[in-house]
Antibody, heavy 119, light 105 residues
Framework: EVQLVESGGDLVQPGGSLRLSCVAS????????MHWVRQAPGKGLVWVSR????????NYADSVKGRFTISRDNAKNTLYLQMNSLRADDTAVYYC????????????WGQGTLVTVSS | SYELTQPPSVSVSPGQTARITCSGD??????ACWYQQKPGQSPVMVIY??NKRPSGIPERFSGSNSGRATLTISGTQAIDEADYYC?????????FGGGTKLTVL
């Protein structure tokens, strides 16, 4: 059974940093691209970033480019999102998602972790 | 920046057919995907690559894309009440529509 478990969400002040983690199980992690998607309270889904199987290729939404860094540790089956220079509009539930059966689509999602940016 | 446009809300009676549309520039030349999200839950993919249904998704869910993507739910049930989001890729960036709240009443 595929499982994605996020952690690391917290209350952080504007300008602060946070690192999210997503531990994967139930599939061969290093064979698949992985993503982060966020959802502000009461709002829609917004894609944040993706990373290739070996970590050599990454893409970011314009809203986080230069502030967020996606990475992965295939030995630990773990996906990360380093978030710096956080702003109030980064407040959201952050989901990790995989594209296992359907390339380019998000076929499995974690339960999400809440990041709140506020003073 | 690429935009996908969905109606904010759609209402349907139980047993009837619900159709949710998604519009975007040159969307017919891209693959569209659809996600269902119920309150307090993570999204679930219900259609990918325009019209493919993942295992475990009921046959009443179908999709099409001929310039405008459409998610069709035939014989809509109360359990289908949820938010639905379309999604497509443009220039190595994934975009979601704003979401459509499906009400079954």
């Amino acid at each position: 059974e595929v499982q994605l478990v996020e952690s690391g969400g917290d209350l952080v002040q504007p300008g602060g940093s946070l690192r999210l983690s997503c531990v994967a199980s139930g599939f061969t992690f290093n064979n698949y691209w992985m993503h982060w998607v966020r959802q502000a309270p009461g709002k829609g889904l917004v894609w944040v970033s993706r990373i290739s199987t070996d970590g050599g290729r990454t893409n970011y939404a314009d809203s986080v480019k230069g502030r967020f860094t996606i990475s992965r540790d295939n030995a630990k089956n773990t996906l990360y999102l380093q978030m710096n220079s956080l702003r109030a509009d980064d407040t959201a539930v952050y989901y990790c998602a995989s594209e296992i059966a359907a390339a380019g689509n998000f076929d499995y999602w974690g339960q999400g972790t809440l990041v709140t940016v506020s003073s | 920046s690429y935009e996908l446009t969905q109606p904010p809300s759609v209402s349907v009676s139980p047993g009837q057919t619900a159709r949710i549309t998604c519009s975007g520039d040159q969307l017919g030349n891209k693959y569209a995907c659809w996600y269902q999200q119920k309150p307090g839950q993570s999204p679930v993919m219900v259609i990918y690559q325009d019209n493919k249904r993942p295992s475990g998704i009921p046959e009443r869910f179908s999709g099409s894309n001929s310039g405008r993507a459409t998610l069709t739910i035939s014989g809509t049930q109360a359990i289908d009440e949820a938010d639905y989001y379309c999604q497509a890729w443009d220039s190595s960036t994934a975009f979601f529509g704003g979401g459509t709240k499906l009400t079954v009443l």
